[in-house]
């Protein structure tokens, strides 16, 4: 993940969120979103604040945490003669 891909994300985040019309419905499922992730709702100006504050490492850091996994999982199909056994 390099810097510029998270800066253009950011962007991309930001005119998603602020640019697009929304409903009565769409308003209150964000709303929902956010007294469930942070028990209260997120002013537009700390949610700029919070998507600034994200950076290539922080990303990576994360990524690291939930997303590496020590086993491998391997799958085949047809013909395994040559495939390496993991058991």
Not at 12 to 21: D, R, V
Not at 52 to 57: F, L, P, Q, S
Request: hydrophobic share 40%; glycine share 8%; proline share 6%.
């Amino acid at each position: 993940v390099t810097d510029e891909e998270v800066e253009r994300a950011k962007r991309e985040l930001k005119a998603s969120m602020f640019s697009a019309p929304t409903s009565a419905e769409a308003s209150c499922a964000e709303i929902g979103k956010q007294m469930l992730a942070y028990g209260r709702g997120i002013p537009p100006a700390e949610m700029i604040l919070r998507i600034d504050g994200v950076d290539a490492e922080e990303v990576k850091r994360v990524a690291w945490k939930y997303l590496n996994d020590a086993e491998v999982a391997v799958t085949g199909l047809g013909p395994l003669h040559g495939m390496p056994q993991y058991y």
